[in-house]
């Protein structure tokens, strides 16, 4: 029984003693995702002035649809065609706004 406890003591000693290696030092690894986003380019979010008179020039040729903007959001609110929504939606994205929320109610 004692002989059980002394290698039991001896087993934690042991343990506890080990060397752990310490991150402190190390120098950071970079990761293929990091490499990735290195090269990558910056999001191009376009200005609400420049924004605006595009999403306007766009929105004129859809009847019963409105558009706001403010701070690179764009918001779509009206009435449209179900076969036009996608289009439209698609259109503004190319325009580069932070989001596009629809608010647009479908006719038929």
């Excluded at 120098?27 to 986003?37: G, H, L, P, R, V």
């Excluded at 376009?46 to 605006?52: E, K, N």
């Amino acid at each position: 029984m004692k002989q059980a406890k002394w290698l039991l003591i001896l087993v934690i000693a042991a343990c506890s003693t080990t060397v752990s290696v310490s991150c402190k030092n190390k120098k950071a690894e970079s990761t293929t995702q990091d490499k990735a986003s290195d090269n990558s380019k910056p999001v191009e979010i376009s200005s609400d002035a420049t924004l605006r008179s595009s999403v306007n020039d766009l929105v004129k040729a859809y009847n019963g649809v409105e558009a706001e903007v403010k701070d690179g959001v764009v918001t779509l609110r009206g009435n449209i065609k179900q076969d036009e929504l996608q289009t439209l939606i698609m259109k503004v994205q190319e325009l580069k706004p932070k989001k596009v929320e629809n608010q647009l109610v479908i006719k038929s």
